[in-house]
């Protein structure tokens, strides 16, 4: 039988992770792959569903099988404290660019939103592998597509790169990424420029400002430590963007759960914008 995927990697009789989505649990026994968004693939045994683990809940993550059968309704969550209600399973988009085209791109936006999914999430740096000649790729193709659906429709989720001296290249003139006022303002624009729209649903730091182990360092390495931009001033920063209808909310990513309680402290002491996803 055929069915159609919406997890971008699978693992044969193993819980994977596909970035940055979802965590899948296969039940089929096939040879271990990985294969891209909405590719139509056969198996030699049949499976209608692939599970995400979320807590103790089960859901349906879209798959469709060849023979018809009905799937599960996929479920809805309050991000937050914000009024985003969003779909349990949101798109990943980061290889678009480099690993897949344009018409790949609409083809699997097309099938996720057309099948109950309402968030897409993006990043200033993306596609992977990160690179200046590929850099803004992946919003360029969400562009094109976001044109013809209605904006209010779909949740725009994107990200801040945080400090980084090899990406540079996202700034006109600086050399290095940090996450202050600056910085904040500029990817901000850009963003709403590649995306071709007004406002983002939802900005999160895409890494910290601080030096924390990341992308698989395991181990805090206390040579590496450097002066960063304190939590305070980022939700500031933040705060300018929300104020002039340029983002709606705020979150983080490959925080550590110091870095958010920080940042929970900081926005309560001193009422600033919290972070509503993580």
């Not at 969400?142 to 209605?150: F, N």
């Not at 990406?167 to 600086?174: D, G, I, W």
């Amino acid at each position: 039988m055929a069915i159609v995927m919406t997890a971008a990697c699978l693992s044969t009789g193993h819980t994977v992770d596909c970035p940055p989505t979802v965590r899948v649990q296969t039940s089929y026994s096939s040879t271990s792959f990985v294969v891209p968004f909405l590719q139509i693939v056969k198996f030699r045994k049949p499976i209608d569903t692939f599970i995400p683990r979320r807590t103790n809940q089960t859901i349906s993550v879209g798959a469709i099988s060849s023979t018809g059968q009905e799937m599960q309704t996929l479920r809805y969550r309050k991000l937050g404290d914000s009024d985003l209600v969003i779909s349990e399973v949101i798109l990943g988009t980061m290889t678009w660019g480099v690993q897949n085209s344009e018409k790949d791109a609409h083809e699997q936006l097309s099938y996720a939103f057309d099948n109950g999914v309402n968030v897409l999430d993006t990043a200033e740096a993306y596609p992977v592998p990160p690179s200046k000649e590929t850099q803004g790729r992946t919003d360029q193709y969400i562009a094109s597509w976001l044109k013809e659906r209605p904006r209010d429709k779909v949740i725009v989720a994107t990200k801040v790169s945080g400090y980084s001296e090899r990406q540079s290249y996202l700034r006109a003139k600086a050399k290095m990424t940090r996450v202050d006022a600056d910085n904040i303002k500029e990817s901000v624009e850009n963003s709403l420029s590649r995306l071709g729209t007004d406002y983002i649903d939802l900005l999160q730091i895409h890494w910290p400002d601080r030096y924390v182990p990341l992308f698989g360092e395991f181990l805090y390495d206390v040579s590496r430590w450097r002066v960063s931009v304190p939590f305070d001033e980022q939700l500031r920063a933040l705060q300018t963007v929300i104020n002039e209808g340029k983002v709606r909310y705020i979150g983080v990513s490959n925080e550590t759960s110091y870095g958010v309680m920080e940042f929970v402290h900081a926005a309560k002491a001193l009422g600033l914008p919290k972070i509503g996803a993580r």
